[in-house]
C-alpha cells in the first residue's frame, strides 16, 4: 500500500504474472485428475478381459474374450490419443502460423471419412462456393475438423446423410457448416458438451457408440486459437 509510484507498474505486473501462473497450474492439476480418473476405468476393463482370456478353456470362449480385450485396448488407446491432441491443444507457446487452404483442408478431412461413411450408408458430401484461407496451424485445423465430422457421421444413423459447406459472406469471413440427420445435441447441453469428458444425453444412450468425452472440448480450445466462433451449428473462422 505504500509502494513508491515508480515502483508500482512493476508490481503490478509481477502480481498478474503470478495470478497467471497459479491459474495455469491449477488448470494443469484438474487436467492430471481428469485423465488419471478417466483412464483408471478403460485400463481396469483391459485388466479384467485380459484376465477372461487366460480362463477361457473353450475355442470360442477365447476367441470371443480376445474380441473384447481387444475393443477395450482401442478404447484405451482412443483416449490416450484424445488426452494428448487436448494437452496439444491447450494454450501455449504460439506455433508458427501459415496461409492454410480451408477448402482443400475440408476436401481432405471429408475423403478420410469416406470408407467410414460408405460402411455405415451415410451420404456425405462437400460443397464450397468459392476459395478460402485463413493463418492458421494446418495440423491443428485438421484435428478440429476430423472430430467435427467423427462426431456426425458416427452419430447419423444409418442410412442417413452428412453435409459439409464452406462459404463467404461478403465481409470475407468463412462459414463452415457441418450438418447431420443425426439425433443433434438437447438444446440444454450445448454449452456442456464443450467441457472434457462430458458426453450429451443423447451420446450417452447411443452406449454402442464409442466416444470419450473429450472431441468437442479439443475443438473449443483449436478453435479459440484461431479466433473462430463454435455455435451448434458449426465452426466460423474469422
Do not use: W
Not at 121 to 143: K, N, T, V, W
Not at 168 to 181: C, E, N, Y
Amino acid at each position: 500500500r505504500r509502494l513508491p509510484a515508480e515502483v508500482r507498474p512493476l508490481v503490478d505486473a509481477l502480481n498478474g504474472l503470478l495470478e497467471r501462473l497459479s491459474t495455469a497450474l491449477d488448470t494443469q492439476k484438474a487436467f492430471v485428475a481428469d485423465a488419471a480418473h478417466e483412464l483408471r476405468t478403460p485400463l481396469a476393463a483391459v485388466q479384467i478381459q485380459a484376465q477372461l482370456v487366460a480362463r477361457a478353456g473353450a475355442e470360442t470362449e477365447r476367441r470371443e474374450a480376445l474380441d473384447d480385450l481387444l475393443a477395450g485396448v482401442t478404447r484405451a488407446n482412443r483416449l490416450a490419443e484424445q488426452l494428448l491432441a487436448l494437452a496439444r491443444a491447450e494454450p501455449g507457446p504460439a506455433r508458427e502460423r501459415r496461409q492454410v487452404d480451408l477448402a482443400q483442408l475440408l476436401a481432405d478431412c471429408v475423403a478420410a471419412q469416406i470408407p467410414l461413411a460408405q460402411r455405415r450408408d451415410i451420404d456425405l458430401g462437400f460443397e464450397h462456393s468459392e476459395p478460402a484461407s485463413l493463418s492458421g496451424d494446418a495440423e491443428a485445423l485438421r484435428m478440429l475438423f476430423r472430430n467435427l465430422l467423427d462426431n456426425a457421421v458416427k452419430y447419423t444413423p444409418a442410412g442417413g446423410r452428412v453435409d459439409v459447406s464452406l462459404h463467404l459472406d461478403p465481409a470475407g469471413v468463412a462459414t463452415v457448416q457441418i450438418a447431420d440427420s443425426g439425433p443433434g445435441i438437447p438444446a440444454g447441453e450445448r454449452e456442456r458438451v464443450f467441457d472434457r469428458f462430458y458426453r450429451d444425453t443423447s451420446a450417452r444412450d447411443r452406449r454402442g457408440v464409442p466416444g470419450t468425452g473429450l472431441g468437442l472440448a479439443i475443438v473449443k480450445h483449436i478453435a479459440e486459437q484461431h479466433g473462430a466462433r463454435v455455435t451448434p451449428a458449426g465452426v466460423s473462422p474469422s
